[in-house]
T-cell receptor, first 113, second 112 residues
Framework: KAGVTQTPRYLIKTRGQQVTLSCSPISGHRSVSWYQQTPGQGLQFLFE???????NKGNFPGRFSGRQFSNSRSEMNVSTLELGDSALYLC????????????FGNGTRLTVT | LAKTTQPISMDSYEGQEVNITCSHN???????ITWYQQFPSQGPRFIIQ???TKVTNEVASLFIPADRKSSTLSLPRVSLSDTAVYYC?????????????FGGGTRVLVKP
C-alpha cells in the first residue's frame, strides 16, 4: 500500500505570496491532518479534515486554510506569506479518527524569503 | 488541553534499554497516548499506542500508570539506527483540534 504522498517536496516563496501544498493520503483513509514543524515551536497541529469537512482546527491565523476533496486528497493554502511561515509542513492520514494512529508523509519544506 | 513534557535529549549505547517518560497531567478521559519516531527529513513514524496499563509490540513497550498522568516508552536493546527524535502525542483526532498535543520531542543518540 502506498504511503502518504506530499508535493512538492521543497518550495521557495517570497513574502506576501501564497502557496498551496498537496497531500494524498493512504488509500481508504478518510482523515487528513496538517502540521507545522519548526525548530522553535516543534510539531503544531493546523487542522484536520474528515469526509471533506474541517473537523478540527489548531491555533493558527486565518491565512492558513485547507480543503479536502471527495477522493480524500487534501490541499493546504497559506496566503500572504511571512518569514515566520518557513517550516516543514507535514500531512498525516488516519483510518477513522479518534485514537487511530497517524501516518505521516515526508513533508514539504517551505522557505519564505 | 493536555500539555505534554518530555526530556529534551538522552544518550545511550548499543544494546542498552532506553526509557523515555512523557508527562501529561491534564490528560482527558478519551485521550490516547501515542509515540512516534522521526528521522531527519522524514515525517514521524508510528511506534506504539496505548490507553492504560502496558502495551507491547515488536519494537517497543509502553507503560501507562493507573492515573495516566505520564507514560514511558521503552526501547529494548537499541541500535545505532534508533538514533532519532521521539514524540509523545496525547489526544484523540475527533476531539477539539488543539487537543492534539505533541510533546517537544526527545532526541535520542545511540552511541557505539
Amino acid at each position: 500500500k502506498a504511503g502518504v504522498t506530499q508535493t512538492p517536496r521543497y518550495l521557495i516563496k517570497t513574502r506576501g505570496q501564497q502557496v498551496t501544498l498537496s497531500c494524498s493520503p493512504i488509500s481508504g483513509h478518510r482523515s487528513v491532518s496538517w502540521y507545522q514543524q519548526t525548530p522553535g515551536q516543534g510539531l503544531q497541529f493546523l487542522f484536520e479534515y474528515f469526509s471533506e469537512t474541517q473537523r478540527n482546527k489548531g491555533n493558527f491565523p486565518g491565512r492558513f486554510s485547507g480543503r479536502q476533496f471527495s477522493n480524500s486528497r487534501s490541499e493546504m493554502n497559506v496566503s500572504t506569506l511571512e518569514l515566520g511561515d518557513s517550516a516543514l509542513y507535514l500531512c498525516a492520514s488516519s483510518l477513522k479518527g479518534a485514537g487511530s494512529p497517524l501516518h505521516f508523509g515526508n513533508g514539504t519544506r517551505l522557505t519564505v524569503t | 488541553l493536555a500539555k505534554t513534557t518530555q526530556p529534551i535529549s538522552m544518550d545511550s549505547y548499543e544494546g542498552q534499554e532506553v526509557n523515555i517518560t512523557c508527562s501529561h497531567n491534564n490528560i482527558a478521559t478519551n485521550d490516547y497516548i501515542t509515540w512516534y519516531q522521526q528521522f531527519p527529513s522524514q515525517g514521524p513514524r508510528f511506534i506504539i499506542q496505548g490507553y492504560k496499563t502496558k502495551v507491547t509490540n515488536e519494537v517497543a513497550s509502553l507503560f501507562i500508570p493507573a492515573d495516566r498522568k505520564s507514560s514511558t516508552l521503552s526501547l529494548p536493546r537499541v541500535s545505532l539506527s534508533d538514533t532519532a527524535v521521539y514524540y509523545c502525542l496525547v489526544g484523540g483526532i475527533q476531539a477539539a483540534g488543539n487537543k492534539l498535543t505533541f510533546g517537544g520531542g526527545t532526541r535520542v543518540l545511540v552511541k557505539p
